[in-house]
């Protein structure tokens, strides 16, 4: 099974490939490199553009089918609506089927609860609609899925959430001289044809980071899960959806 933290991150994996559209948060040391995420240790903030990479063309639609019931309470988190068309939207990005959409809803709608209250993981409209516009130049074709409004939505928390973690817990992440020796012994000692110690160490020292923030972010996961209060709809066809249900961001 796939951590929620990798969930997350590793739809970051082409992000590298494309212009920063978020500046860099302050205070991070620019020579972090690493393959965790291949955003948060390459280029934290540009985040998003994976939301596209992350899925082939054919990812699931965003739009009902004819007949479909439009918009319904799926969920209740911390007594606020999570809907069926915010899971369709990560459904249609994603390439996730239902059950695993509105699994990766629910922990990223926690996760940016907490990361919106941080400021340094603010970003920019500005910010914001560049990087929507670089995402649609790439694929023209998303909008027809998933609606314009919720890409946008989905590219603001995923800002959010990926300035925190570089904030806050990247820091924390320190591999030793020895976590290194101990890791090139493990994988090449004996093997004539192995890379020198020197060689692998910038290979493995990216591994190493990239596992220790994940799994720091699934322990994160892990606690806001914990304290969150979610209820599942029993009959989720059962639940129509207020008028006035407030919108996240």
Known sequence: MRSRG???FDLQSAARAFPAVVGRPAGLAASARSRVSKLLLQQP?????ALLLATSPGAAAGSAPPGELVERILVVVDERPLLLSEVRAVEGVRDLDRTQALEAAIDERLMYQEAARLPQAAVSDEDLERALE?????????TSRVPRSELRRLIRRQAVILRYVDFRFRPQVRIGEDDLRAAWNEDFEGEPEGPAFEEAAPGLRARLERAALDRRIEEWIEDLRG????RYVEEPGSASVP?????DP
């Open 6 to 8: 990798r969930l997350l």
């Open 45 to 49: 903030a540009t985040l998003v553009l």
């Open 134 to 142: 670089t995402l649609l130049e790439t694929r023209p074709g998303l």
């Open 243 to 247: 008028a006035e249900a407030p919108a």
């Open 227 to 230: 304290r969150a209060d979610v």
